[in-house]
């Protein structure tokens, strides 16, 4: 049984262009590439895992402290009252 070839790594959705390396903007038509994770053939994996969700740490930490003190504040009510 022969192997297929493998499909090529990049091709662009809408010019259907090749590419060896990954780039947000095809080379041919200068459209920009969707990032979808899910179909990896045509919209591959790049190489920044924010994905399109980045968030700050700082942020982070204020809200979990918030999150905390509300969790606190709503035991000792329940306890006291």
Not at 3 to 32: D, K, L, M, N, Y
Not at 43 to 62: E, I, K, M, N, Q
């Amino acid at each position: 049984m022969e192997e297929r070839p493998s499909p090529p790594p990049f091709s662009c959705p809408h010019c259907g262009a090749v590419s060896e390396t990954f780039r947000t903007v095809c080379p041919s038509c200068g459209r920009p590439y969707v990032r979808d994770y899910v179909d990896v053939r045509m919209h591959p994996r790049d190489s920044d895992l924010t994905g399109t969700f980045a968030y700050r740490r700082f942020w982070a930490r204020v809200s979990l402290v918030i999150i905390v003190v509300v969790i606190l504040l709503t035991v000792l009510m329940m306890i006291f009252f």
